[in-house]
C-alpha cells in the first residue's frame, strides 16, 4: 500500500462511491403481476406495470386438474414472456449504461423467468444475488418506493483482535 494513502483518501473514495448515481434495472415479479422499472441514484427513469390473470392451483382430481394444471402453466408462461418482452422495451434504451440489475419477489417464480427469458442474460454480470423485499403486489406504488430497498444495506464493523 503506498504509505501516502492516509486516512483522509479512504474517506474521499468512499464518500465518491456514495455519491455515484448507479443506473440500477428493477424486476419485481409475482405470479400475476410485473413491475419494472430502471433507476439512476434514487429517481425513476422509466417503468411499467401489468397484472396478468394466472390461476390459482386446484385439488380436485382427474382429468379436468391436468387440464387445469396445462391452462395454468401456459397462463404462467405468458406471464414470464410479457415481463420479459417489457423488460427488454424498459432496458434498451440503457442497456449499456445498467451498472446493476436486481428482482423482487417470489425465488421460485423469479428462477421461472430466468429459464423462460433469454435476454436478462445479457445483464448476468450486472445482476445482484440479492433479493429485494417487497411486502406488497408489484405496482407503481411499490415502485415510488424501491428505491429505499435497493439502497438498504447491513454495517459490518470489524474490529482487531
Not at 427488454?88 to 449499456?96: L, Q, T
Not at 423482487?104 to 454480470?125: D, M, P, W
Not at 428505491?147 to 444495506?153: A, D, G, T
Request: proline residues 1%; charged residues 35%.
Amino acid at each position: 500500500m503506498n504509505s501516502s494513502f492516509n486516512n483522509h483518501d479512504k474517506f474521499k473514495i468512499s464518500k465518491d462511491i456514495l455519491n455515484q448515481k448507479y443506473i440500477i434495472g428493477v424486476i419485481l415479479l409475482r405470479l400475476g403481476r410485473y413491475a419494472i422499472c430502471i433507476l439512476k441514484g434514487e429517481e425513476i427513469l422509466n417503468t411499467k406495470t401489468k397484472d396478468r390473470y394466472v390461476k390459482n392451483r386446484h385439488k380436485a382430481g382427474g382429468s379436468s386438474q391436468r387440464r387445469f394444471e396445462r391452462s395454468r402453466e401456459r397462463l404462467i408462461r405468458e406471464l414470464y414472456d410479457k415481463t420479459c418482452e417489457i423488460t427488454k422495451d424498459i432496458f434498451e434504451p440503457y442497456e449499456n449504461k445498467i451498472d446493476y440489475l436486481l428482482f423482487g419477489g417470489e425465488k421460485h417464480t423469479i428462477n421461472g423467468l430466468h429459464k423462460r427469458c433469454t435476454y436478462i442474460e445479457k445483464f448476468k454480470k450486472q445482476t445482484l444475488k440479492r433479493l429485494l423485499s417487497i411486502q406488497h403486489e408489484p405496482n407503481q406504488k411499490t415502485l415510488e418506493n424501491i428505491h429505499k430497498e435497493v439502497w438498504k444495506s447491513k454495517l459490518y464493523e470489524i474490529s482487531n483482535i
